[in-house]
Nanobody, 123 residues
Framework: QVQLVESGGGLVHPGESLTLSCTASGFSYEYYVMGWFRQTPGDDRDYGRE????????????VYSHSVRGRFTISRDKAKNTVYLQMNGLKPDDTGVYYC????????????WGQGTQVTVSS
């Protein structure tokens, strides 16, 4: 059974930084995508979650949403089955619950999810 355990959320001021981590276990896929989605109040997307960033298991290809590109960086430690999200220049609009995902692509349908970690950006 796939398990995703996240850590690193918290309360920060605008402009500050946070790093989220997500460690996966119990999987046997040769190819997979890991990444981050976030859920903010009033979000009406499917699953109520916005794609933030993903990285592939084979060649570390990355994708970012327009709202975080240039501020967030996703990376992966293959030996530890862990994905990181370095978040710099945080804004109040980045506030939400951040969920780690494992799937065959960077989409929420059919994905495995972590329990979520709260990120709050407030002055």
């Amino acid at each position: 059974q796939v398990q995703l355990v996240e850590s690193g959320g918290g309360l920060v001021h605008p402009g500050e930084s946070l790093t989220l981590s997500c460690t996966a276990s119990g999987f046997s896929y040769e190819y997979y995508v890991m990444g981050w989605f976030r859920q903010t109040p009033g979000d009406d997307r499917d699953y109520g979650r916005e794609r933030v960033s993903c990285i592939t298991s084979d060649d570390d290809r990355t994708v970012y949403s327009h709202s975080v590109r240039g501020r967030f960086t996703i990376s992966r430690d293959k030996a530890k089955n862990t994905v990181y999200l370095q978040m710099n220049g945080l804004k109040p609009d980045d506030t939400g619950v951040y969920y780690c995902l494992m799937n065959v692509d960077c989409q929420p349908y059919g994905a495995h999810w972590g329990q979520g970690t709260q990120v709050t950006v407030s002055s």
